[in-house]
């Protein structure tokens, strides 16, 4: 009996606190306002937040987390005396007939697949090589044409980066060592060239050279940038063919031919500054994590060896840029959690200044209630539970609000959002204790009015 007569006592208090919030419906409506964007500021932001960790788990898993990319860069012909002194400039000194001190720049053959190849045989830490070499091209087949892009790379380069097949098969040994002219083609150049035709089997024109069609890759749900060191490209736009093919049917920068032997006697600034690089990338497969760095370190000297000490490449690990990138990511998250948390402190401050203003507007329903017998206890539950049923209501029109905002700004801005069932439930719960804590002070004050100082107000 006890137990019934607290609750239809303070079942009671809730309903008079249900009827002052529909008695003054736009003055609860404007109170709960700071609830409801705070909490839709929380949800919203930490969705994006949660969509740009997700493209970073992605990324991750097209660059692969073992992965070494090495790039040509442009050598520097400057020469110091610290970098002669250390060795590792690009230029030795030489004396003339005279006895002056002249600088003779050392000659590098840029990146080559011999390089690819020596890092496979020579480093033990190094489980598969993968060079790369792409140019820009035109594809042709009756009467259409489209640019393209042209990649030559061997079977690795398909197990690294996750490209599946949509159909036919992978080269096969012949077409690598021999360099025939066969290719896999990406989703795109497939519908542009093939509509609803199946390509495997047939041929396609790729500058002079006609290619036999061996596979398709499947569309991918991801593409990055394709820029910048991580190297991430997408494949819908490629043509990938053999690299030996690539080197003997189209362009070998490595080589030397007579006309450019020609040209260096008449612009011979000009071919000094040509780009000798035989490969435009060599990605690095390590076979355990813990050796990324050291293996790393390893093949740049031999590199620097391979090319007369001349720096004319660049070692980076993608996985350290990626997880830095991902650190800033999180502190992204958190600076927009801070800022929309403060929303909703603000939204709890306006809560206790209106139930304050509240209290003094409502001194005598105060006087009256005490004077017929209401405890100080059931004062405070009265106005607390009040505070509390607008920032619930608050919470929850937020939360929808919220969704509305992450689903607007992934349609319009075209930013991956993610909502999390934790970014509700915290936004949710912390609405309701602020609505409790900032709801105190105001109930405490109306309990301490003096019930005679109440009625004769």
Known sequence: ?????????????????????????????????????????????????????????????????????????????QVTSNDQKAGASDATQATN???????????????????????????????????????NYTALLNGKSSPIKLEGTTNTYFSLFDIRLESGSLFSMQHLINGYPVCIIGYNVKNTFFNQEDPVG???????????????????AFVGSGEGTMSISGTDNKIIIPVKTLLLRYRNKSLIRADQIESSGREKNKANNQDQNQLDQVIVQVAETKDLTNTAKVVGKMLLRKHNDVHDFDVSIPELLLKQQQKTKNIFNIVLGAIAGISLIVGGIGIMNIMLASVLERIREIGTRQAIGASRKDIVFQFLSESTLISVSGGLLG???????????????????????????????????IGIVFGYVPAKRAAEKD????LRQ
Do not use: H
């Open 1 to 77: 009996m006890k137990i019934k007569a607290y609750f239809q006592r303070y079942s009671y208090n809730i309903l008079i606190a249900i009827e002052a919030i529909f008695a003054n419906k736009i003055k609860s409506f404007l109170t709960a306002l700071g609830i409801i964007f705070g909490v839709a500021a929380v949800i919203s932001m930490l969705a994006i937040g949660n969509g740009a960790e997700q493209e970073i788990l992605e990324q991750i898993k097209l660059v692969g987390v073992n992965n070494i990319i090495i790039t040509p860069i442009q050598p520097s012909n």
């Open 97 to 135: 007939g005279n006895g002056n001190t002249t600088n003779k720049t050392k000659f590098s053959k840029g990146l080559s697949l011999l390089d690819a190849e020596s890092i496979k045989e020579i480093i033990p830490t190094v489980k598969d090589v993968c060079p790369v070499v792409t140019y």
């Open 202 to 220: 047939k041929f396609i024109k790729c500058g002079q050279i006609w290619l036999k069609i061996i596979g398709v890759i499947e569309k991918r």
């Open 399 to 433: 939360i929808i609000l919220g969704i509305i905002l992450s689903k607007i700004i992934q349609s319009v801005f075209d930013i991956k959002t993610i909502i999390s069932l934790f970014s509700i439930i915290v936004s949710f719960g912390v609405s309701v204790c």
């Open 451 to 454: 019930p005679v100082e109440s």
